[in-house]
């Protein structure tokens, strides 16, 4: 008894390190992006705020950037609006009827925005009252960004591009052939997309918008440009491609709501291991 | 008791220069700027081994919060906890360790801090990086950012802890 008294006292403080390093360890392993983004909304209900008033004054100085950037997006939806306009066949009482819309957008901004970790969120100032709930997608221009993973009343969190653990499909703009893209948790001005079919005419230069098997994202949304490719076991490219979206500078971002997503996503659902 | 009051005002300090200050800090994907660890590093020579696990807890837990990243903080500052007392046995002269002196530059002389902060550090990106990605793909980036990130934050902790030399000389020795 003693010797066992001995020798607990030796190693107490071991077992105390094993003993919270297991608590911290099955924290970590159950942990997911959605608990973790739910922390962030309870945080961002108390510090909200002051997050706000800091990003405001670090995207202060890049407003000019901004208001050009917004500029020139607003001359090409006026430019792609004339186009189509001008099609006297299509009944634009009903076109713009906002009940009918397959995607309407919600403008948000930024107010906190991480992009130096290997797992990083964007939380914007629109929440559940302003009709932003979870898995629509943020956009920047016409760019991909990342989708929103919760909501509280005022708030959201998305899941950034930049994150080890965003997941969703792409394509060639003018292609079929589809690969997944994902981010290599180091470059933030680049990313991936892998196993496209060795079939797919894909080269570098070409551009990888989103495909129409998503849930989350509209079809044809830009996400990169290929730089380099890589034929794997002679079965599937491997991409690295440059992305559009300027991560450093995000302000002004688009809310999109699909409108059938829970109609899309609940069918889904009733087929086991779709 | 008022040990304690100056430790929780350093530590509420800490934090709120990482999340107001440092966390806004993005000049490029290749620079995460932590000071976190700061607050372990300073804890005096003769804390306690058990209440510095506890303390390294706390601290993680406070971080994952803040950082979005549940566990992964907690495990890597549990972990200093445990270390730091045989890294300073490794770095300080022996008739240190037992003292009730924080363990600042001054103290423990420039080189010895700085060897010390930068194991301190170094052993953070590389667990923080690692645990975050659980991939050992693009390994040459993820050095370069672990070796990067652990430079600049350790010179950032070098220079904050600079006007505690003097408030440890006054007081505290």
Known sequence: MYRLFEFVKRVYVFIVFIALEILAVSYYQRSS?????KIVVAVNSV??????????????????NENERLNDEIAVLRNKLAQFESDSTVNWTEFYDSTTLKYSYIPAN?????????????TINKGTVDG???????????????????????YSVGISLLNTNFKTSGQEINGKYTGAIGWNGVDIKKATISEIPKYAEINVGDTIVTTNFSSKFPQGIKIGVIESLELINA?????EMSLFADFTTLDNVSIVNFRDYYEKTELESRIEGY | MVRFIEYLALYILIVFLQMILFDNIQITGYLNIIIYPLFLILLPFNT?????????????????????SFGV????????????????????????EDSPAMPVSGVMGAASFLQYLFVIMFLTFVSVTFLERLTLDYLWVAMLKILV?????????????????????????
Do not use: H
């Open chain 1, 132 to 154: 932003v709930s979870e898995s629509m997608s943020i956009l920047v221009g016409e760019n991909i960004v990342g989708y929103v993973i919760t909501s509280s009343e005022n």
């Open chain 2, 73 to 96: 903080y907690s495990i890597v500052f549990i972990f200093l906890g445990f270390v730091r007392p045989f890294l300073l046995r490794l770095f300080v002269k022996t008739d240190l």
């Open chain 2, 48 to 68: 306690n081994r058990i209440i510095l696990l506890f303390l390294g807890a706390v601290l993680g837990l406070t971080a994952d919060i803040i950082s979005c």
């Open chain 2, 149 to 173: 990130s652990t430079v600049v934050s350790s010179l950032i902790i070098y220079f904050l802890q600079l006007p505690l030399n003097k408030l440890n000389k006054n007081t505290w020795i």
């Open chain 1, 110 to 122: 930024v107010v906190n925005n991480s992009y130096v970790k290997q797992n990083n969120y964007i």
């Open chain 1, 47 to 64: 510090t909200g705020g002051l997050q706000e008033e800091i990003y405001d004054m670090k995207t202060f100085f890049l407003l000019r």
């Open chain 1, 235 to 239: 079965t599937y490219y491997n991409a």
């Open chain 1, 33 to 37: 992006i959605y608990t973790n983004a």
